[in-house]
């Protein structure tokens, strides 16, 4: 390996090769513990449907179009 050129892509390439493992490895890890925190901060939330779930304004079962009847 006496060409310069030939080194330097070497380098580069392999250079490149592992800031983009290194990126895709800390981004996973990043993005796992995001995970982790919004399924616990989703679980300790009180269930939706309390009084009145699934009624409309005017009392009905479900709510209707206007105008359709």
């Known amino acids: 390996m006496k060409d310069p050129l030939l080194l330097f892509w070497t ?6 090769l592992a800031w983009y493992f290194l990126l895709l490895f800390y981004v996973g ?3 796992g513990k995001e995970i982790r925190r919004l ?7 009180p269930p939706l449907g309390g009084p009145g779930a699934g009624t409309s304004a005017r ?3 479900e709510a209707r179009t206007p105008g359709l009847g």
Do not use: H, N, P, Q
Request: hydrophobic letters at 30%; charged letters at 30%.
């Open 11 to 16: 380098a580069l390439i392999f250079g490149s």
């Open 29 to 31: 890890v990043r993005g």
């Open 39 to 45: 399924t616990r901060r989703l679980g300790e939330r």
């Open 59 to 61: 009392g009905e079962g």
